[in-house]
T-cell receptor, first 113, second 112 residues
């Protein structure tokens, strides 16, 4: 079974803090994604990566950066957290023999005070 | 216009009812189509792929109409456990570097 894990289920940070969200997948997938999900807005793509050290901006990259130093790990960084970044963050991966199926992690509920 | 559009609902139906969701997509060159299911406070998971010939998985039937650019999901004999949000998903294909496009989701509530 594909497994995508995220470092925290719940996180509370203060405005201006630097926040790291970690995601790890165990299926050697090439593609990894970071989304945020807000009521009424659905899933919105922040950044994605199709290979180690490669990254592309999604639909809402402002205020975020990413890092992919190893194939299995994709990190989302909030350089200076703001209250409007309070959201559910979902990581996903895709690749291998089931190219079209995307596997999601359990999500991190981030609250910025 | 959004790339993938769905009626957010909620659809409130009694147990045993048949319910259908539609979804429209804007890119006529899109290659692959899916329905994902997301339970409350959980991550989305693949429910089924959608093929041009239509496909069925138990009580669930998915259909694709390329000419009209819409996808449908039919649920027969609804169960309480079918209550969830159903996400319509489109893979645009080449030149898109692998991104899936997600609709906002349609919420289904099945009542006893």
């Amino acid at each position: 079974d594909v497994k995508v894990t995220q470092s925290s289920r719940y996180l509370v940070k203060r405005t201006g803090e630097k926040v790291f969200l970690e995601c790890v997948q165990d299926m050697d997938h090439e593609n990894m994604f970071w989304y945020r999900q807000d009521p009424g807005l659905g899933l919105r793509l922040i950044y994605f990566s199709y290979d180690v050290k490669m990254k592309e901006k999604g639909d809402i990259p402002e205020g975020y950066s990413v890092s992919r130093e190893k194939k299995e790990r994709f990190s989302l960084i909030l350089e200076s957290a703001s209250t409007n970044q309070t959201s559910m963050y979902l990581c996903a991966s895709r690749g291998g023999s089931s190219y079209n199926e995307q596997f999601f992690g359990p999500g991190t509920r981030l609250t910025v005070l | 216009r959004k790339e993938v559009e769905q009626d957010p609902g909620p659809f409130n139906v009694p147990e045993g009812a048949t319910v259908a969701f539609n979804c429209t997509y804007s890119n006529s060159a899109s290659q692959s189509f899916f329905w994902y299911r997301q339970d409350c406070r959980k991550e989305p998971k693949l429910l089924m792929s959608v093929y041009s010939s239509g496909n069925e998985d138990g009580r669930f039937t998915a259909q694709l109409n390329r000419a009209s650019q819409y996808i449908s999901l039919l649920i027969r004999d609804s169960k309480l456990s079918d209550s969830a949000t159903y996400l319509c998903v489109v893979y645009p294909g080449s030149g898109n570097t692998g991104k899936l496009i997600f609709g906002q989701g349609t919420t289904l509530q099945v009542k006893p």
